[in-house]
């Protein structure tokens, strides 16, 4: 099964740049499909790979800072072909 997430990562602290940009590498190197905004990153790819390595780098993250928050969101299909129709 194919899945789509949108990753939004706020560390709750005053060096919270370093801790995003280590988070988004570490993405980049997992062989998934990455795609950054400024507002969010996308990851793409089957459900047990994405959640997989997702599980392994915001345990990382987390562990790496004192206070932070991440949302997510989750859709079942690869929408990383997606291109606005207007």
Same mark, same amino acid.
């Not at 996308?42 to 459900?47: A, D, I, P």
């Given at each position: 099964?194919?899945? &789509?997430? %949108? #990753?939004?990562?706020? $560390?709750? *602290? +005053? +060096?919270? %740049?370093?801790?995003?940009? #280590? ?8 062989? #998934? =499909? @990455?795609?950054?905004? $400024?507002? &969010? =990153? *996308? @990851? ?11 599980? =392994? %780098? ?11 928050? #991440?949302?997510?969101?989750? @859709?079942?299909? +690869?929408?990383?072909?997606?291109? $606005?129709?207007?």
């Amino acid at each position: 099964m194919k899945i &789509s997430v %949108e #990753l939004t990562f706020s $560390p709750l *602290q +005053d +060096d919270f %740049e370093e801790h995003i940009i #280590l988070f988004i590498k570490k993405l980049r190197t997992s062989g #998934l =499909t @990455v795609i950054e905004n $400024p507002l &969010s =990153t *996308q @990851v793409y790819g089957s459900y047990d790979e994405v959640m997989a390595v997702l599980g =392994t %780098e915001i345990k990382e993250a987390f562990t790496m800072m004192d206070k932070g928050l #991440l949302h997510m969101k989750i @859709v079942k299909s +690869d929408r990383s072909d997606y291109e $606005p129709h207007f």
